[in-house]
């Protein structure tokens, strides 16, 4: 737990952040390197246009998953114990039910208008989209009560087992429909024994028993996160997971699917590193440090972050277009293009991740929201600017991805900005107290 962490003598803020998320980090590895070790392998079992159709309903589900429970799962954060945190928990679950029931009939209503290889997909993305919701929900249970270990367990149980999945699928020739199925079945693997873990018997019966009206007030009194974190975190993770859908609709599932496998490659680094220290950063600060103890700890964040992740996501891109088509096969070489024009946003991307809370941990969510705004708008205006225009597919990856870039760094001054000006208010009231 952060608290034995930081129990005996006061190390540094940093190094506790380095150590714990070490553990978390080292499962991301195993997690992680299990995705990326099965590309080679993916790439011959499955064609581009497979890897397309997996990296749009993946996009699709990782939007909408994201507000499946109404945001509602961030709340698990700042409640002040156990008895709050089940009803919270409680009010996740509703939430995803009417969601998830929702996007089915909506899915059937449009299945007319979506392309051949698609509409089977519609009756997978809500249990997709479902279980994404739950799994943030353990974790943010598992950061804010101190199982920072079964969280780590979590970073490789999915990505191992869809992994091993996909190519057991692969090989028996089920189609490029079974990476989606894979999907489905990692998320149930990692609820289940996830679940297990962090959750006692006391804690689940707590969650059945909350009283309804309970549940009720709770989402009463924590309307700024359906309000303002929702909206939020919606143009986040469309900022992320929108350009692999539009991609694939403007350009092809090919392209798609090497858009995916590029992304894939890039973002690793941050899921491994900034990832971990990110979610470390939220434990520690539950752990109720003062305000101008973060912003030293969110500094020194961004300084490991640009050495650590950054600069070698940079590289990446720059190596990208001399080893994917050795790794990957002929096919695939314009992954590797693409790879280097990802790589800058990725590196901005990598020193925002570490932050990305902060808005909800000091509940300024309308910030967050009026920054994910303009990064909404940053990344998707170049992107149509290069549509119209009529570019090839590659300069408008690479206008798109300029933007993107602009915005994580936005991202980053802003949390920065927030963290700032509360050390700055609370160091205030403290002299004031003292002169009185």
Request: hydrophobic share 60%.
């Amino acid at each position: 737990m952060i608290a034995k962490a930081m129990a005996g003598a006061t190390p540094s803020p940093i190094r506790t952040i380095i150590r714990v998320a070490g553990g978390v980090s080292a499962m991301a590895i195993i997690g992680q390197f299990t995705l990326v070790a099965a590309i080679p392998l993916l790439a011959r079992l499955y064609s581009p246009a497979d890897f397309g159709i997996f990296t749009i309903y993946l996009s699709i589900v990782n939007i909408l998953g994201s507000i499946a429970a109404l945001r509602f799962e961030s709340s698990i954060y700042v409640v002040e114990n156990k008895v709050r945190g089940q009803v919270a928990f409680k009010l996740v679950l509703l939430a995803v039910f009417v969601t998830s029931v929702t996007t089915l009939a909506a899915g059937y209503l449009l299945l007319h208008i979506a392309p051949g290889r698609l509409t089977h997909l519609v009756w997978l993305v809500p249990i997709g989209m479902a279980g994404a919701a739950i799994a943030e929900a353990m974790s943010c249970w598992s950061l804010r009560f101190g199982y920072v270990r079964d969280f780590a367990i979590g970073r490789v149980i999915q990505p191992a087992t869809m992994a091993f999945l996909q190519l057991i699928f692969g090989v028996a020739q089920l189609g490029g429909e079974a990476m989606a199925y894979a999907h489905i079945l990692s998320q149930a693997v990692l609820i289940l024994v996830i679940g297990t873990r962090i959750l006692s018997w006391q804690d689940a019966s707590g969650i059945v028993r909350a009283p309804w009206l309970t549940v009720i007030a709770a989402a009463r009194r924590e309307y700024k996160f359906p309000l303002f974190d929702l909206p939020a975190a919606l143009a986040g993770f469309i900022i992320i997971n929108l350009p692999a859908i539009l991609i694939g609709s403007l350009f092809g599932a090919n392209f798609a699917g090497f858009f995916g496998v590029a992304a894939r490659f890039v973002t690793a680094p941050i899921a491994l590193i900034a990832n971990p220290l990110g979610n470390v950063f939220v434990a520690i600060a539950n752990e109720g440090r003062n305000d101008r103890s973060l912003l030293g700890t969110a500094r020194g964040l961004l300084i490991l972050a640009a050495s650590v992740i950054a600069l070698p996501i940079l590289g990446l891109g720059l190596a990208a277009p001399y080893f994917v088509v050795p790794l990957l096969g002929e096919p695939w070489m314009v992954a590797g293009q693409i790879m280097s024009a990802l790589a800058c946003m990725g590196a901005a991307q990598a020193l925002a991740t570490p932050l990305q809370m902060v808005p909800t941990i000091l509940r300024r969510q309308e910030v967050r929201l009026l920054v994910d705004l303009a990064r909404t708008l940053l990344m998707f205006g170049p992107l149509a600017v290069g549509v119209h225009a009529g570019w090839q597919p590659l300069h408008v990856i690479y206008l798109m991805a300029a933007g993107g870039a602009v915005g994580f760094a936005l991202s980053t001054a802003a949390s920065l900005l927030l963290l700032t000006r509360d050390a700055q208010s609370n160091g205030a009231c403290a002299t004031i107290e003292l002169l009185e």
